[in-house]
Structure formats: structure tokens, C-alpha cells
């Protein structure tokens, strides 16, 4: 079956760096997305991996390993509006995105 | 500019009457998504269309239907909404980039609906 697999939840301290795993097996891959949903609202587009290695963006990072089916979300110099849930999603070989339960992450002063 | 629009925001409906939800879109773009989401849990697609082509997926109850009249507008229905059908309710858009894959989806804001 298809899975994603990521932390329930994290903490972090504002101004640090956090780092969201997620680990995933679909039936075909066309690339793994990462957004960002705070309480109530829809999700919004962070990045997008289809091939190895690191993408940055900002203050965010996105890491991809096809090999090992597996991506990071890395936050970097951490604000309290960080504060949300982070889906981590696949595009499976229909092209149909599988999503993850998401990682509530609470960023504490 | 709002690119994905869905109304109503908040929706309010008694146990067992029809409600119609609605999403537009000024992206032209060919793929449309209805979702279910309910609270710390991933978003569960109902319907995808691709153009005009509706995709049911298998597990969907009978209970939701939808239609798509033209490129812009997409409408969810509930035909008997139940106290488990209380939800967020997000749509969603991506276009087919022609062999380079389909692009990031874009969300409305979402419809929650409370049932009553």
C-alpha cells in the first residue's frame, strides 16, 4: 500500500532550527511537496522535490532521497508564525498526491 | 487576488439536508480536487477532475456527489449530510504540465461544515 509516514508532533524555540522527517512508499514517485497549514485554514505550497538532494527557499530547506524514500523539512532562525502543521505529500505514478497526517510543530518563545 | 475561492466559509447545515458547496477558480487550470479533512489528519480526496473527466475515488460514500460545468467552477453536494460529515472541505487546483507532470496543487480557503 502507499504510506507517508511523519512525527505527530515537534516543539521548537523561536529563533533555533527544526528539522521534519518524512519517510514515504507510493506506487510510483513524480515528487514529494511540503506545505504549511496553520489551525482552520488550507494548506499552502512550501517546495517541491522530484530529484536528490536540497532546495533552498529562504528560511526553509527541503531535502529528498529517492533511494531511500525519504525528505526533510528544514526551518531555519524559527518565528512564532511558524507555528502550524507541515503535510508532507506524494505524486504518485497517476499523478495523484498522497498526504501525511502532518507534523504539528509549536514554536515556544 | 484570491486564485482558488470557495463558498461559503463557514457552513451550517441540519442533519440529513442537501448542501451544496462551491469553488471557482481564475487559474485555467485543467485539474480540480474536491478533499475531506478532518482535525490532525491528512486530507482525503473525493473526486478529482481531469478537464471534464470526474474521478471517483473508491472509496468515497455515495452520499457525496459532484459536478463540474466548466473550467471555472467545481460544486460539491451532499446529499444527507451526517454528524461524521462534519469537516473542512477544501478544493483544490493544478494543471497538467503535458509529460512534465502536474504542477503544486493550489487550495482555496476551505468550507467548514457543521452538521446539526
Known amino acids: 500500500g502507499q504510506n507517508i509516514d511523519q512525527p505527530t508532533e515537534m516543539t521548537a524555540t523561536e529563533g533555533a532550527i527544526v528539522q521534519i522527517n518524512c519517510t514515504y512508499q507510493?506506487?510510483?514517485?513524480?515528487?514529494l511537496f511540503w506545505y504549511q497549514q496553520h489551525a482552520g485554514e488550507a494548506p499552502t505550497f512550501l517546495s517541491y522535490?522530484?530529484l536528490d538532494g536540497l532546495e533552498e527557499k529562504g528560511r526553509f530547506s527541503s531535502f529528498l532521497s529517492r533511494s531511500k524514500g525519504y525528505s526533510y523539512l528544514l526551518l531555519k532562525e524559527l518565528q512564532m508564525k511558524d507555528s502550524a502543521s507541515y503535510l508532507c505529500?506524494?505524486?504518485?505514478?497517476?499523478?495523484?498526491?498522497?498526504w501525511g497526517a502532518g507534523t504539528k510543530l509549536i514554536i515556544k518563545p | 487576488d484570491a486564485m482558488v475561492i470557495q463558498n461559503p466559509r463557514y457552513q451550517v447545515t441540519q442533519f440529513g439536508k442537501p448542501v451544496t458547496l462551491s469553488c471557482s477558480q481564475t487559474?485555467?487550470?485543467?485539474?480540480m480536487y474536491w478533499y475531506q479533512q478532518k482535525s490532525s489528519q491528512a486530507p482525503k480526496l473525493l473526486f478529482h477532475?481531469?478537464?471534464?473527466?470526474?474521478?471517483n475515488e473508491a472509496d468515497t460514500p455515495d452520499n457525496f456527489q459532484s459536478r463540474r460545468p466548466n473550467t471555472s467552477f467545481c460544486f460539491l453536494d451532499i446529499r444527507s449530510p451526517g454528524l461524521g460529515d462534519a469537516a473542512m472541505y477544501l478544493c483544490?487546483?493544478?494543471?497538467?504540465?503535458?509529460?512534465?507532470?502536474?504542477?503544486?496543487?493550489?487550495f482555496g480557503q476551505g468550507t467548514r461544515l457543521t452538521v446539526v
Open positions: 522535490n522530484v
Open positions: 487559474l485555467n487550470h485543467n485539474v
Open positions: 505529500a506524494c505524486m504518485d505514478s497517476n499523478y495523484q498526491l498522497i
Open positions: 507510493t506506487s510510483g514517485f513524480n515528487g
Open positions: 483544490a487546483t493544478s494543471r497538467d504540465g503535458q509529460g512534465a507532470g502536474y504542477t503544486e496543487a493550489f
Open positions: 477532475y481531469y478537464d471534464k473527466d470526474f474521478n
